[in-house]
């Protein structure tokens, strides 16, 4: 079996990690929200001033295999600040391609980004989950995370460009 390694993402992944959004989307049954393009993560990710940070989970083949190393899920964060607790650590998106998942990918994805948030003195780690995705809640748990849904009773909103536009006028 091949092995696993979890690395911070370069430009060159870009396609990658694109395509894996696209597929993300799909999963969830949100592909028309699907709007970026690989330009765009080029810029937002990777120039002066980056606006997220992203890891990927890359397959290393086994010696004599001819494919050289692939991506096969990704793991994208940004920081935040809670007015309560200072730095947070906030994960966008955690994506493993289906014929890699049950192998601990997600998990060693979750994993280094804890490792990122107390290296950056973070105080909170947090994401979100759809409510019909059992497995990634029961996964979250597992590795300690609370529901704050279940726990403190919070919602989450968002504004949306009209919204916003609307706001702004």
């Known amino acids: 079996m091949a092995s696993t390694r979890i690395r911070e993402a370069k430009e060159r992944d870009c396609g ?18 699907v709007k970026i393009s690989e ?25 004599g295999e001819l494919q050289g190393p692939r991506v096969v899920g990704f793991g994208l964060y940004y920081f935040i600040y809670s007015t309560w607790k200072g730095r947070n650590i906030y994960l966008e998106d955690i994506y493993v391609m289906p014929q890699y998942r049950g192998q601990g990918i997600g998990t060693k994805i979750i994993k280094k980004v804890a490792e990122v948030a107390l290296h950056k003195g973070c105080s909170q780690f947090r994401l979100a989950v759809l409510d019909w995705n059992k497995k990634a809640m029961d996964l979250y ?19 949306e460009e009209a919204a916003m536009r609307q706001l702004a006028e």
């Open 16 to 33: 990658d990690i694109l395509r894996m959004i696209r597929e993300l989307a799909e999963f969830e049954k949100l592909s028309h929200q």
């Open 39 to 63: 330009e765009a993560l080029r810029a937002d990710g990777f120039g002066e001033n980056p606006s997220f940070h992203c890891l990927v989970a890359e397959v290393i083949p086994t010696p």
């Open 141 to 159: 748990k597992s590795l300690g995370a609370q529901d704050l849904t279940e726990l403190e009773g919070w919602h989450s909103f968002r504004f």
